[in-house]
C-alpha cells in the first residue's frame, strides 16, 4: 500500500473559494452568483478583487440559475454558489430547461453536501444530487477527494465548455493530493495499484478508502484503490482496466445508494463485465442531526465500512 | 420609421396566416397567444430592435428577445422567418420530427434567433436580467426586451426576478406582459386573480407603462418610448393588453383557444379573414 500522509486538514469548499479567486485572476468572464451564502462558500476572496463580477441575489435560486443562464449570452462563465441542497432539488427545473437543455456553460458550485453538513440536519444534507445531476443529458458532474482537488478542479472547469455540477463539502479533511495537480475532468486517478479488489471512491470516501486499504493490507489483502472525481463523464477504460485484474468491486460515496457513483459503476460492469460489486453508501434515508464523525458512523460511510465491503466482495469473487 | 403603419399590419397579418396554418399542419399548438401577439412580434423585430438575421448566440452589440411563455412558439417562429433569420418554407415543419421547430422553443436544434430554452413557465425574466448585467458588464449599450405571460406571473420564480432587477438597477431591459386575462383554465380572474399588476410592479420598483397590444400604431410608439426610458435607473415593464385569438373572430377573447388546433374548415374561415400578404410558405 502506497504511503499517503497530510499534514493538515481543510475544508474542500475552502479549495473552491481558493480555486474560484484563481480562477477568476485568469479569465475575466468568470462571475460569481451566490444565493445568501458568500461566508460559507468562501467567496469573499472573489468578491474583494472582483466586486463587479460578482452578483448577490439573496434567497432566490431559481433566479440565481436563470440569471447565470442568461449571463452566459454574452460570454460570462458564471459561478452559481449555494448549498448542494438548493443548488440541485431546489432548482431542478431551472437547471434543466435554463442551463442542461439549453446547453449554457454554467458551473453549479455546491456546498454542504451530503452527511458531513453536520448539526443543521436531514433537510440541509442533501444526498440525492448526484443522481438528480448525472441524469441531465450533458450534465458533468464533479466531486473531488479534498482541498487542492477541490482548487484544481473549480479552476480547470472555467476551461470546459458547458454546464458542470461541482460537488464539496463542509468539514475539514485531511489534503493529501499534489497541490499543483493538473485536474483532467473525467480522468480517474490512481491512488494505489493493488490485485485482490478494487476500491473506488468519490468526495471525502476517498481518504476513508486509504484508511481502509491500509488496514486491508495489514490483513494480507491487496486493494487497488480508484478516486474517481468525476462521475459524468465516467472514466469507464480505467475502471474496467482495474476490475479486469481485480474481479470485484466496492464503490463509496456519500450520497444514497440509489443514483450514485454506484450505481453508475454497475451499470458500467452489468453491461460490460458482470461483477460481484459492494455498495458503501447512504441506505435510501435521510440524514439527521450530529457531529460529521457521528453520522459517517452511524451511516455507515468509514473506512471500517468499506473493510467489511470488501470483505463481503471477496466472499462473492 | 423604418415602415408605416400600414406595412407593418400586412407584416402582421402574414405572421397571422403563417401561425394558423402552422398549428393546423401539426394538429397541435398555440394558436390564441401567438394570434394576440403577432403585432408586438411585428413591432418589436420589424421596427424597434436593432438585430442582426446573421445570428450568433452572445448577440454583441445587438438587441436581445427572450421569449418566456415558450408556448406561443408559433409567433415567434414566423416573425424570425419573416425577419429573415430562415427560410419560411421551414415553418412547415413545427412540430413535426427532426424539426428545429421544437413545440417549445429551444437552443438545442440550432434554430437560428433562439438563445435559450422556455416552455416550463416563469423562467425568462430571470435569463432576460442575466443577459441584461452581461451586456453591462460588457460594455455593450443595446437593450433585452422579453415577453410574459400574464397567466405565467403566477409561478413564483417571476417575482424573485422582479425583486432582483429594480434593486439592481437593470434599467436595460424591457419586459413585456401579454395580459389577455386568459389561462389554460379559464379567465384568470377566476383561476388565481393578478390583481393590479401594475401597482405591484410599481411597489417592486419597476417603471410601468400600460399599453393596447392591437394597436399597430400604439405598439411601436410605446416599445420607442419604452426605450427612451431605458438608462435611467429602473427597469421597464410594459403591461400590455391583448385578445387572445386577435384577428380570427371565433377564436378572439377566449381561452378555449390556447391550445387547439383549427380543423380544415375553420382554417378556411381564419384564413379568409387574414390577408396573404408576403405569399404563404
Known sequence: MKKYTYTEKKDTRSGFGAGLHEAGKKNENVVALCADLVGSLKMEAFIKDFPERFTQVGIAEANMIGIAAGMTIGGKIPYTGTFANFSTGRVYDQIRQSVAYSN???KICASHAGLTLGEDGATHQILEDIGLMKMLPGMVVINPCDYNQTKAATIAIADYEGPVYLRFGRPTVPVFTDPDQKFEIG??????????????ATGHLVWEAIE?????????IDAEIINIHTIKPLDEEAILKSVQKTGCVVTAEEHNKYGGLGESVARLLATTQPTPQEFVAVNDSFGESGTPNQLMEKYGLTDKDIVKAVQRVLERK | MKHTTEELEEIASQIRRDIVRMVHGCQSGHPGGSLGCADFFTALYFEVMHHSTDFTMDGKGEDLFFLSNGHI??????????????????LATFRKLDSRLQGHPTTHEHLPGVRIASGSLGQGM????????????NNDKAIVFSLHGDGELQEGQNWEAAMFAPFNKVDNLICTVDFNGQQIDGPTEKVLSLDNLQAKFEAFGWHVIVSNGNSMEEIVKTLQYAVSLTGKGK???????????????????????????????????????????????
Request: glycine share 10%; hydrophobic share 45%.
Open chain 2, 235 to 281: 427597469p421597464i415593464l410594459n403591461l400590455m393588453s391583448t385578445q387572445m385569438g386577435y384577428g380570427v373572430d371565433f377564436m378572439m377573447g377566449s381561452h378555449k383557444w390556447h391550445g387547439v388546433a383549427p380543423n380544415d374548415e375553420q382554417l378556411k374561415l381564419a384564413l379568409d379573414q387574414l390577408k396573404e400578404t408576403l405569399g404563404d410558405y
Open chain 1, 104 to 106: 449554457k456553460n454554467v
Open chain 1, 212 to 220: 481502509a486499504g491500509e488496514q486491508l493490507a495489514e490483513m494480507g
Open chain 1, 187 to 200: 480522468k480517474a486517478w490512481m491512488v494505489n495499484e493493488g490485485k485482490d479488489v478494487t476500491i473506488i
Open chain 2, 73 to 90: 412558439s408559433p409567433v415567434w417562429y414566423s416573425t424570425l422567418a419573416r425577419a429573415g433569420y430562415f427560410e419560411a418554407s421551414e
Open chain 2, 126 to 137: 430571470s435569463v432576460a436580467i442575466g443577459a441584461a448585467l452581461a451586456k453591462k458588464l
